[in-house]
């Protein structure tokens, strides 16, 4: 038969120089060339183990960065599964120098070296903004809700102070039953061995006790309606598969060439408090304000839009969400014109609104309620209102800025460039999520859950920018860029 022979396994085939071993085009080594860079140039900050001549010797920092970042760009997440890599990847041996940290070490750095992961996160994205990859004009921010590293039980109050109140019966039954045995001495072995089983059980519902108590202090403190058992500071939210515990990512992506240059976890369930906060986070960590922010409705907060656009030069392309009885007098042909020189409101059937009550607060908005006395024979009154009182309506008193907003907004050249956000900022959620797997965090706790963000969003990054730029000259740039944190 005519078959392409494999070579004879006893035949030496490894080059005699390790250097060879990875193509000069690999992305090992841009992930090398930038962690060295980065440790030589700052090495306060890349300070772990490594202070005591006794013991064992740590390894160092550069090692464990090249590790995890690799890692992370090429989709494996887990330790125990990096450690393998050490072992039996030719880039990883090549990347480390047969340096095979074990999976303990690796899990240990990772939990313990947020500021040193998030400086090189960001300092990556800076490199990106003064080498024109990251221009800055235009960012595009979205939120996506994954999945904590914990199961769906969560405690709610009620669910805690039914369990403690069963705990506390049970607990009554048990002690009764230990007080009936030892007020008789003349019991058989067998009766004291029940004795010391029940003794066993109250001391395991006791411990559940103290932990279920401590569970209801910290849902108290929060202010939360539901607590996770295994990962506390992730919030109880409503995402694709059901309610579950998770965080809210929020990702602002340059226009350009489509990098992150912001990765935030947050517990907010709704994006609409987060546009300040965003685009307040980019400026901090890249030095920038962009000319415009894009983003859907989610984050139509005109409070925050308004702050903006008035104390910045950045314009907003947010579309703004429609409240549900605008949408039915909408749907049922009923309009309110606002009247400028008596301060009321017309309907659809020419009845006046007047001003009812000024300064109603709800959340962070203030509106004045507007009423109609005059609904009773009127033809559309089944379909305004059900209330027996008159049609009242509740406005903004920034409404007429919000209506020229709407306006400006509803233009075909802005819907054009909100209709286009999507193109821009689904595709690194959708990258980064097919690079978690099932499992979205390993992680628990927000500040650790942000250790993986950084690593995602700059193992993305890299992607993007190896596949936009010729890799000889990738390596120049970044041997000559300066990364010392300022």
């Known amino acids: 038969m005519h078959y ?7 035949e030496l085939l490894l080059y005699p120089n390790i250097d060879l071993w990875v193509d000069q085009d690999n992305p090992a080594r841009l992930i090398d060339l930038i962690v060295e860079k980065f440790v030589d140039e700052n090495p306060t900050k890349s300070s772990w183990g490594g202070h005591s001549d006794q013991g064992c010797t740590s390894y160092s920092p550069s090692t464990m960065l090249k590790l995890l970042i690799y890692c992370y760009f090429n989709w494996i997440s887990g330790s125990r599964r990096m450690e393998n890599e050490t072992y039996r990847n030719i880039e990883v041996i090549w990347l480390l120098g047969e340096l095979k940290p074990d999976h303990w070490t690796i899990c240990k750095f990772r939990r313990e070296n947020k500021g040193l992961i998030s400086s090189v996160a960001i300092e990556f994205r800076k490199f990106l903004i003064k080498s024109g990859y990251i221009e800055g004009k235009s960012i595009v921010f979205d939120g996506s809700k994954m999945k904590a590293y914990a199961g ?21 039954k048990y002690l009764d039953n230990v007080e009936e045995t030892d007020e008789l001495e003349d019991r058989l072995e067998q009766e004291s061995n029940d004795k010391d089983d029940l003794k066993k059980k109250i001391k395991k519902l006791e411990d559940e006790k103290d932990k279920l108590e401590e569970f209801k202090k910290q849902l108290k403190e929060s202010g939360k309606r539901y607590l996770s058992p295994t990962d506390p500071d992730a919030n109880l ?14 990702t602002g992506v ?17 994006d609409i408090n987060l546009l300040k906060p965003d685009l307040k986070r980019l400026t901090e960590q890249l030095g920038f304000t962009p000319d415009e922010i894009e983003a859907d409705k989610g984050y139509g907060n005109i409070t925050q839009i308004r702050e903006i656009q008035e104390t910045s030069d950045t314009t907003c392309y947010i579309p703004m969400q429609e409240p549900p009885t605008k949408k039915q007098d909408r749907e049922n042909g009923i309009e309110f014109i606002y009247n400028t020189d008596n301060d009321t409101f017309t309907c ?31 033809p559309i009154k089944e379909k305004c209102t059900k209330s027996k009182t008159g049609r009242a309506i509740k406005v903004n008193v920034n409404h007429e800025w ?20 999507k193109t821009i900022v689904e595709h690194p959620f959708g990258t980064i999520k097919i690079m978690m797997g099932k499992f ?28 936009i730029e010729n890799m000889e000259f990738l390596l120049q740039k970044v041997g000559k860029y300066n ?3 300022a």
């Open 402 to 421: 919000i209506d020229n907003y709407r306006e400006w907004i509803g233009k075909m050249e802005n819907m054009e460039k909100v209709k286009h956000r």
């Open 4 to 10: 392409k022979k494999p070579k004879n396994r006893n």
């Open 152 to 172: 769906r039980d969560v405690y709610s109050e009620k669910r805690l102070k039914s369990r403690i109140e069963n705990i506390e019966q049970t607990l009554e």
């Open 483 to 485: 990364w010392k944190i």
């Open 348 to 378: 659809s059937n020419n009845k006046i609104l007047q001003i009812h009550s000024r300064d109603y607060k709800q959340e962070d908005q203030t509106y004045n309620i507007y009423k109609c006395h005059d609904c009773i024979g009127c």
């Open 237 to 250: 939210m409503k995402c694709r598969d059901g309610k579950m515990p998770c965080y809210n990512v929020q």
């Open 440 to 467: 979205c965090f390993l992680l628990r706790k927000k500040h650790k859950v942000q250790i993986e963000v950084d690593l995602y969003s700059t193992a993305y990054n890299l992607k993007r920018l190896i596949n």
């Open 254 to 270: 340059d226009v350009k060439h489509h990098m992150i240059a912001l990765a935030e976890v947050t517990t907010d369930e709704c």
